[in-house]
């Protein structure tokens, strides 16, 4: 796909997708068919009434990929914009109840809503199973959603992804990897994820391919998950990545697996690779800015490469993009070019490769740290499985306390003794602390209010 394609490929994938072409019999979640999520498309519709050019939101808090499709296909057609939260618990909830743009909210059976939002039903009823086509619209550059995120950081951030961002980059997807209907995708993160959103529902949606409603973390639910499913593509994170290690899939049907959220470790990549003959795609990028680049260490790249659609410049240090899937409420330079925040080093070839965030540098009593550094000698360490650090503010002269979180079988004199030598002292943690398991959320990211809790009464 060129950049200028992109437009015009999506508006034609999506007027597809709504004139229901293909076969709507076929399975796409669970027991939901295309003809299903296009009847509760039909349902949603019916329940969200127009109010003249006054903004419409559904909340999905729901687990039920199908339901999200159902959501998508309705907002395309002129329904309420979608809500996806962060999480699915009852204090995220509870803060969207207390937002009055949110009009409708659909969960999962049995679930006690707060009295101010008004339930609403999706179900495929027989009504709605018609062959009527659902016309688009909205322009590629309307919202099709809005995303809560980092609420494991605090208050959570809140981005618009638009249609062209959503289905743009979900087609992008399905025709850079031959994603096709044989496929069936199996996923360990849930689609109110950027990542899950787009790997696990738009991109197999606009595929016709089939999804697996279960979402499972543990390495025997996603090793049996894969197997009795034949499951083609597997969509993860580098958290379960590291929990697979070790495990092979005996009588698998994956053809290729895809990563995300975090840049994946090579060890568990190659494990992952070597026992069970998959390659891995890494994908880089974030929410705000969709996906920027791929590596697959298991066809020799060890340097990301930026999608075919998007234009990079890097200059000492500093990756800026201009990108048809970035956010609207993203600042951009004259020119539409975004500073992303991370560090990277550029090669030859369109190629880069990340040094880590532009705010992991920090100065303390005077001398440049940066944090990421001090991860990657503390992941070398014999024992360490994994390791987080991070930065406390402290009352004193230093301004901050460098922090770490180890995972593994080691002491704190073994962590510090190991330091000796390697780092500056200034660079050594002065706070540590050694636990079984990193604190996760269920997007397989790190839970970074757990962890900033846990040194809350720590003194190293």
């Known amino acids: ?16 997708l709504l004139e229901g072409n293909g076969a709507p019999e076929r399975p796409f979640c669970g027991q939901s068919s295309y003809a299903d999520i296009r009847a509760m498309a039909h349902a949603i519709l019916d329940q969200c009434p127009t109010t003249g050019d006054q903004k419409r939101y559904l909340a999905v808090f729901s687990t039920d990929r199908a339901v999200t499709a159902a959501a998508i296909i309705a907002r395309l057609a002129g329904g309420p914009i979608l809500v996806l939260p962060h999480d699915i618990s009852d204090e995220a909830l509870m803060d969207l109840a207390g937002d009055p743009e949110h009009t409708w909210v659909v969960t999962d059976p049995g679930r006690t809503l707060p009295k101010r939002v008004k339930a609403l039903v999706v179900t495929p009823d ?3 199973c018609n062959t009527v086509p659902l016309n688009v619209t909205i322009d590629p550059d309307a919202p099709l959603l809005k995303l809560y995120t980092g609420g494991s950081t605090g208050k959570p951030a809140i981005w618009t992804k638009t249609v062209a961002n959503i289905m743009g980059e979900a087609l992008f997807q399905v025709k850079t990897h031959d994603i096709c209907q044989d496929d069936v995708v199996v996923a360990t993160v849930p689609p109110y994820h950027i990542y899950g959103l787009l790997f696990s529902v738009a991109a197999p949606m606009l595929a016709g391919a089939r999804v697996e409603d279960q979402t499972c973390g543990f390495p025997h639910e996603i090793i049996n998950l894969v197997t009795d499913t034949a499951a083609t593509i597997l969509v993860s994170v580098p958290a379960h990545f590291r929990a697979l290690k070790g495990h092979d899939f ?5 053809r290729l697996a895809f990563s995300s959220a975090g840049v994946l470790d090579e060890t568990d990549e190659r494990d992952f690779r070597q026992r069970n003959n998959v390659v ?12 920027i680049a791929f590596r697959c260490r298991g066809r020799d790249e060890t340097l990301f490469s930026s999608f075919s659609v998007i234009e990079t410049q890097i200059a000492q240090e500093t990756l800026k993009i201009r990108s048809p899937f970035v956010s609207p409420e993203i600042v951009r330079d004259d020119l539409g070019f975004y500073l992303v925040p991370d560090r990277v080093k550029s090669y030859p070839g369109n190629t880069f490769a990340i040094l880590g965030r532009s705010d992991t540098v920090v100065k303390i009593a005077g001398i440049r740290v940066d944090l990421d550094q001090v991860r990657a000698v503390l992941k070398n360490m014999d024992g360490v499985r994994d390791a987080l650090v991070l930065t406390k503010p402290v009352p004193r002269g230093r301004a901050f306390d460098i922090c770490a979180l180890v995972e593994g079988d080691c002491t704190h004199t ?3 003794q190991f330091f000796s030598g390697r780092l500056e002292a200034v660079a050594h943690p002065r706070r540590i602390k050694v636990v079984d398991h990193m604190p996760m959320t269920r997007s397989g990211k790190y839970d970074r209010a757990a962890v900033a809790a846990l040194f809350e009464t720590e003194v190293g």
């Open 1 to 16: 796909m060129k950049p200028n394609s992109v437009q015009h490929l999506t508006e034609q994938a999506v007027a597809d």
């Open 250 to 254: 005996p009588d698998h049907s994956l």
């Open 126 to 128: 027989d009504h709605y």
């Open 280 to 291: 891995v795609m890494e994908v880089y990028g974030s929410t705000e800015t969709g996906g």
């Open 414 to 416: 073994d962590i510090r």
